[in-house]
């Protein structure tokens, strides 16, 4: 029973293209994340969302919009796709408060081509 | 100047050996400290919390030195399947909520 699941696992898409990422999680956490991993392998967060309420947006293109309908629920959408954004993206959630765990979807390999 | 940096390994070691990794952060603010391991095409997941005390958990030992602004990491008695990367992870006090990770230390042990 997959506690974090993201859709699709891989995506291949030409430049100019718009696509969507999908997140859910059966955990009960509050808080949920996007995360993008580049060919260094650095994770860097990209959005937050607690409760449905955007809590951090770091400097990331326009180009990019999450959505959360529902606290278990983080989508990602993605606008006229460029080769940089080629990476690992991964969604990931925490239960309220400090010290906590973050646990993470499988993670989501775009390549945009 | 990023928010927490690694030593990028990798780390080539033969099993039973003991290997440590340090990781340093920039925010002398920062509040909560972890190590996260990533296997190859997988996502991170948690390996332990780092408390101010230092704490153990089996082979493992996480050591936290607020003073120098650095966290380290030691295996004991490497064992093949801790072949991995391991990321460290520092929350700041103004916002528990964003994890800045570093980079990642490879990890490969031989037989």
């Known amino acids: 029973d997959t506690a974090v699941s993201q859709t699709p696992k891989y995506l291949v898409t030409q430049m100019g293209n718009d696509k969507s990422i999908k997140c859910e999680q059966n955990l009960g956490h509050d808080t949920m994340y996007w995360y993008k991993q580049d060919s260094k392998k650095f994770l860097k967060i990209m959005f937050s969302?607690?409760?449905?309420?955007?809590?951090i947006n770091e400097t990331v293109p326009n180009r990019f919009s999450p959505k959360s309908p529902d606290k278990a629920h983080l989508n990602l959408h993605i606008n006229s796709l460029e080769l940089g954004d080629s990476a690992v993206y991964f969604c990931?959630?925490?239960?309220?408060?400090?010290?906590?765990?973050?646990?993470f979807g499988q993670g989501t390999r775009l390549t945009v081509v | 100047r990023k928010e927490v940096e690694q030593d990028p390994g990798p780390f080539n070691v033969p099993e039973g050996a003991t290997v440590a990794f340090n990781c340093t952060y920039s925010?002398?603010?920062?509040?909560?400290f972890f190590w996260y391991r990533q296997d190859c095409r997988k996502e991170p997941k948690l390996l332990m919390s780092v408390y101010s005390s230092g704490n153990e958990d089996g082979r493992f030992t996480a050591q936290l030195n607020r003073a120098s602004q650095y966290i380290s990491l030691l295996i004991r008695d490497s064992k093949l399947s801790d072949s991995a990367t391991y990321l460290c992870?520092?929350?700041?006090?103004?916002?528990?909520?964003?994890?800045?990770f570093g980079s990642g230390t490879k990890l490969n042990v031989k037989p």
């Open positions: 969302y607690n409760n449905k309420e955007l809590i």
């Open positions: 990931a959630s925490t239960p309220t408060g400090m010290n906590t765990e973050a646990f």
């Open positions: 992870v520092v929350t700041p006090s103004y916002n528990f909520n964003k994890f800045y």
């Open positions: 925010n002398s603010a920062s509040q909560s």
